[in-house]
């Protein structure tokens, strides 16, 4: 009897999906160390490369016991450290945040689909490193005020329950109360949740698109940043007609550079990444709004998003960038075979 069970088809899938972005990450980062201009930062991000490192060396091992090929994901061909700083003001520290953040939320789905004893451990292990990190980069942030904070509130002093369906209401013209209410502030949270989150995508796929070696991918990118922008505009207008103050920050931007530190193909495939961690945000977002008018702005943004990344899959797809994942038999090819 074998001392471990085999893995399986949901344990091969999320390994893989991690091997895929822990890749990507990894190639990241070696070119935003080379360029880092501070120490504090250049250590969270050289510490975080080491951690990660040791567990994209794990899942391969992993998959050479189990006899299954190991993936291509992003190597050294996908980066090129040698090239002029594409970001700077401290977006290196906002994008790698941003980045754990996604990585927290995909290792707590994917001890939920693992069996195995040493698989669930691993994505165990993989959430403290990246929880750690991502604290590092909340507290490195906020020491050099480069990123905004959610908006205060006075502080409530009784217990109030809803007390008419309107409450409910957002976009209702003939609702009792005329206008829709204050948002309360779950919402706040997730209004200000994607305002950050977009403020930082925009500023990723502006040197994307600066950079990209193809024109179609180029011009797959400038549609992108529009996107944000209108995502942006839309959830600013909201915090705005309820009085609520819309928190900026400071740093994080692109440069005039237009030499591509990574492939076309690693840029895309991140932008699919967020794109995915967008439309998750989104769904959560709109599950938790109570305001209609929030639903439906929600909705709205979730179609868009979808509509643009079935575009950015087409072109890898063409370009032949898109990896395919481990694939379940062809029973009816199998059977038609004899």
Not at 96 to 110: D, Y
Not at 114 to 128: G, N
Not at 229 to 254: M, R
Request: hydrophobic share 40%; with cysteine.
């Amino acid at each position: 009897m074998p001392e471990k069970p085999a893995i399986t088809s949901s344990e091969l899938g999320v390994l893989w999906l991690t091997y895929q972005e822990k890749t990507m990450i990894l190639r990241m980062l070696e070119y935003f160390i080379e360029k880092a201009d501070d120490e504090k930062a250049k250590k969270i991000m050289t510490d975080l490369y080491n951690e990660i490192d040791i567990y994209v060396g794990k899942i391969t091992n992993i998959f050479k016991s189990e006899g299954a090929v190991i993936p291509v994901g992003f190597s050294s061909q996908d980066v090129n450290k040698d090239v002029p700083k594409l970001y700077d003001n401290g977006f290196d520290i906002m994008f790698v945040r941003l980045l754990k953040e996604i990585s927290m939320g995909l290792h707590t789905l994917n001890i939920n689909m693992s069996y195995r004893e040493d698989i669930v451990m691993l994505f165990k292990e993989l959430t403290a490193i990246t929880q750690a990190a991502y604290n590092s980069c909340t507290q490195y942030l906020i020491e050099k005020g480069m990123i905004a904070r959610a908006p205060y509130v006075s502080m409530p002093k009784s217990v109030e329950f809803v007390k008419d369906k309107d409450y409910l209401a957002g976009i209702n013209p003939f609702s009792k109360i005329g206008n829709k209410r204050t948002l309360n502030t779950i919402e706040v949270a997730y209004v200000f949740h994607g305002l950050e989150t977009n403020v930082t995508g925009l500023q990723m796929i502006t040197g994307f698109a600066q950079c990209a070696n193809s024109s179609e991918v180029k011009k797959f990118f400038s549609k992108g940043a529009e996107l944000a922008k209108s995502v942006i505009k839309e959830l600013s207008e909201t915090f705005l007609e309820d009085g609520v103050q819309i928190p900026t920050v400071s740093g994080g931007n692109a440069t005039r550079s237009t030499v591509a530190p990574f492939s076309d193909k690693l840029m895309m495939y991140c932008t699919s990444l967020f794109c995915s961690f967008s439309m998750f945000s989104n769904a959560v977002g709109t599950a938790f709004s109570l305001r209609n008018d929030l639903v439906a702005k929600m909705t709205v943004f979730t179609k868009d998003i979808f509509e643009y990344a079935h575009e950015g899959a087409k072109i890898m797809i063409k370009n032949g960038w898109m990896e395919e994942p481990p694939q379940m038999e062809e029973r009816k090819a199998i059977i038609n075979e004899k």
